[in-house]
């Protein structure tokens, strides 16, 4: 990313990137500059052997992201090479992703957060696929992944009607995570991060690919005769992360995880 950003912002600390949407004036809204931008930072995440979570929020404190930004909506539906964002497809993705939602997440920014691995969100938060309402279908995996993570008579409520819902009752019916004052936002996401940061980035990423490609499978017992052959699995299981775990225990020390 040698390139200067203009639409987002990107900070390293503490092996936890945080992509931040930088459109405050429009609510983050998402133009076909920005698609780029996130899709050079996804992929720069992905590849850094040093960072182990991201976190995607917005900037300002009205919105996380209000959707495309219908002023210079692209009509032919162009998108980076992993999607809306450069997130919503990227499904090779093992490391764990957060979304901050820090205001309204509508059409896209609802997407955006759905295709995150852990949803935290302050108590003004808001969430909603009102694309129909300007002749639009939510084609962002909305449609796909909301049905998978409430159920489908809930997500089926919610796309037909357009409806926008808050926080608490996205913590309801179960795609948030956690729902905090606004003010406490960064500190809980802080708290997800240490909390995932204590155990081995093999690991989890053995456990986020089992999992969502497990989903993929028939059943379970398919999904378990399958699972030595997914990608992060097969890696954790040779990996120096699986002996250092062990080793620690037995020596009574704390382990230190290189990642690899």
């Known amino acids: 990313m040698a390139d200067p950003m203009r639409f987002i912002t990107v900070e390293k600390a503490d092996r936890v990137t945080?992509?931040?949407?930088?459109?405050?004036?429009?609510?983050?809204?998402?133009?076909?500059?920005?698609?780029?931008?996130l899709q050079a930072a996804f992929d720069d995440f992905a590849a850094d052997p040093g960072q182990?979570?991201?976190?995607?929020?917005?900037?300002?404190?009205?919105?996380?992201?209000?959707?495309?930004?219908l002023k210079v909506l692209d009509r032919h539906g162009?998108?980076?090479k992993n999607g809306y964002?450069?997130?919503?497809?990227?499904?090779?993705?093992?490391?764990?992703?957060?979304?901050?939602?820090?205001?309204?997440?509508?059409?896209?920014?609802?997407?955006?957060?759905?295709?995150c691995d852990v949803i935290v969100?302050?108590?003004?938060?808001?969430?909603?696929?009102?694309?129909?309402?300007v002749g639009a279908v939510a084609l962002g995996?909305?449609?796909?992944?909301?049905?998978?993570?409430?159920?489908?008579?809930?997500?089926?409520?919610?796309?037909?009607?357009?409806?926008?819902?808050?926080?608490?009752?996205g913590f309801r019916m179960g795609f948030v995570n956690e729902v905090v004052p606004a003010d406490q936002l960064g500190a809980a996401v802080d708290r997800w991060c240490a909390d995932i940061l204590r155990a081995s980035p093999m690991s989890i990423r053995a456990s986020k690919e089992t999992v969502m490609r497990g989903l993929g499978e028939p059943d379970v017992e398919i999904a378990m005769r399958k699972q030595p052959t997914y990608p992060a699995y097969a890696a954790w299981r040779e990996s120096e992360d699986a002996r250092e775990g062990p080793a620690?225990?037995?020596?009574?020390?704390?382990?230190?995880?290189?990642?690899?």
Not at 24 to 32: E, G, K, R
Not at 53 to 69: I, K, L, M, P
Not at 85 to 103: S, Y
Not at 142 to 166: C, E, T, V, Y
């Open 85 to 115: 964002a450069g997130l919503i497809e990227r499904f090779d993705l093992a490391k764990p992703v957060i979304a901050a939602v820090n205001g309204l997440a509508l059409g896209g920014g609802f997407e955006i957060a759905l295709a």
């Open 121 to 133: 969100a302050s108590d003004n938060a808001s969430f909603g696929l009102p694309e129909p309402l």
């Open 248 to 260: 620690a225990f037995a020596e009574k020390r704390p382990p230190v995880w290189k990642g690899r």
């Open 18 to 37: 945080t992509v931040t949407l930088n459109r405050p004036a429009v609510m983050n809204a998402i133009n076909p500059e920005m698609h780029a931008e």
């Open 78 to 80: 162009r998108y980076p």
């Open 141 to 169: 995996g909305g449609l796909h992944r909301l049905p998978r993570q409430i159920g489908l008579k809930q997500a089926m409520g919610l796309i037909l009607s357009s409806r926008r819902i808050s926080a608490e009752e």
């Open 52 to 69: 182990f979570v991201a976190v995607v929020t917005g900037a300002g404190e009205r919105a996380f992201c209000a959707g495309s930004d």
